[in-house]
């Protein structure tokens, strides 16, 4: 409504400018022309002593006999009101002195009211087909589309106006149809990732607890650390197992209790200590910032883990270092850094990050990210000074 009015007053206004134009250059065309030729006709005849018979309503006046009232008149065509009656009059002067041509009988003032009321009135009439036309327009299409837009909003399971012929209707049905085929699409994903991951559960606490029988039982070395091996596969398959279900899952974070984020941080870096002790690198944890975040903590523990478990796997010398900042977890190391095409990738939500440099294993960047952006945090890259990658998990603010 507020734009057909907004329209309407701005057509309004410029066809009033048209107008005032057209109609002040009809005033100089038939009054200041008329006076103009009275004057080139009667001023002859008077100079030469004869008569003047002009056409009614028109006067030449010449000194002593011009009206006092109209004397002093700046010389031109110029509005004079006499006894309550509009006048135009042309004046001048000569030799033999100042003149007038005086228009006694001209109805253009009332033409002008007449023009400038119609004019008026069109400017109300066509305001008021803009509001017309704006309700009609606002009740037939804007409305219709915010039902449309809330009902999508709100995930409701049939949109309206899908029974309509027009082109909202064939909106509507399209995006109905585009709506279902995604929620089929999103089912059949969490059916799978949820029956998969429940599946898989039951084979890999058999697998745990068989390895933990050799590792109670076994005397043989040589045998003990395939077993350490299985054992130790079968845990990171279970958490990876678990922090899938938990995505599939997709519950609302504010369910969950406050998890420390740091002490999950510190309890990592001490599981993965064995992991760099037979290399020249140290595996270090600084900062007593205290993070604590409202989250699964699968999903905290994996995301930390995996940065930490990629950072001990692919540096050879030097340092993985944990630091821990107020409203972030950054997790450092000396190793080769990551590939340009993982760098490139590590940004974009729909491209899969490739497993290679110092992300193929494990989790692998990709559902690092995935984590990060379902706890409403960002996984940041930059690479080290010195060489070697830095990756920071910032938890935005008020999320800690």
């Not at 009054?31 to 028109?58: F, I």
């Not at 219709?144 to 899908?162: F, K």
């Not at 001490?270 to 140290?282: E, I």
């Not at 060489?387 to 920071?392: A, D, E």
Request: charged content about 20%; overall charge negative; aromatic content about 6%.
């Amino acid at each position: 409504m507020a734009a057909f009015i907004l329209f309407g007053v701005v057509l309004s206004v410029f066809f009033a400018v048209l107008a005032s134009l057209a109609v002040e250059g009809i005033e100089v065309y038939l009054v200041d022309n008329r006076l103009a030729e009275v004057e080139k006709w009667a001023r002859p005849r008077e100079a030469a002593g004869m008569a003047s018979d002009l056409p009614a309503g028109l006067r030449f006046h010449r000194g002593e006999d011009i009206p006092r009232s109209l004397r002093g008149l700046p010389t031109g065509v110029s509005d004079a009101m006499v006894d309550g009656i509009g006048l135009h009059v042309l004046s001048g002067a000569d030799e033999r002195g100042p003149y007038v041509v005086v228009d006694h009988e001209s109805d253009y003032e009332k033409v002008e009211v007449i023009v400038y009321s119609l004019f008026a009135g069109f400017f109300v009439g066509f305001v008021l087909l803009a509001i017309v036309l704006g309700r009609f327009v606002g009740r037939r299409i804007v409305s219709p589309i915010r039902e449309l837009v809330n009902a999508v909003e709100n995930g409701a399971a049939s949109l309206p106006l899908t029974e309509r012929k027009d082109e909202l209707g064939v909106l509507a049905r399209a995006l109905d149809a585009h709506t279902a085929e995604l929620r089929e699409f999103l089912d059949r994903e969490r059916f799978f990732t949820g029956d998969v991951s429940h599946e898989l559960r039951t084979p890999l606490m058999v697998i745990m607890g068989a390895a933990e029988i050799l590792l109670e039982n076994g005397k043989d070395a040589a045998a003990r650390a395939p077993a350490e091996r299985i054992y130790r596969a079968a845990q990171e398959a279970t958490e990876c197992v678990t922090v899938l279900l938990t995505l599939a899952r997709a519950p609302e974070i504010g369910q969950f209790a406050p998890v420390t984020v740091s002490g999950i941080a510190r309890r990592e870096v001490d599981r993965y200590q064995p992991m760099v002790a037979s290399k020249p690198v140290r595996l270090l944890c600084s900062g007593d910032a205290d993070i604590s975040v409202r989250a699964p903590a699968e999903l905290c523990t994996a995301a930390v883990a995996n940065l930490i478990r990629n950072a001990c796997q692919y540096t050879e010398r030097g340092t993985v270092m944990v630091v821990l900042e107020p409203g972030r977890v950054i997790v450092e190391d000396t190793g080769p850094g990551l590939p340009d095409a993982v760098q490139q990738t590590l940004g974009q939500r729909s491209v899969a990050i490739p497993s290679s440099g110092s992300a193929g294993t494990g989790l692998g960047l990709s559902l690092v990210k995935r984590i990060c952006d379902y706890l409403g945090a960002t996984l940041a890259y930059e690479n080290r000074a010195g060489g070697g990658s830095r990756f920071s998990i910032i938890f935005p603010p008020g999320f800690t």
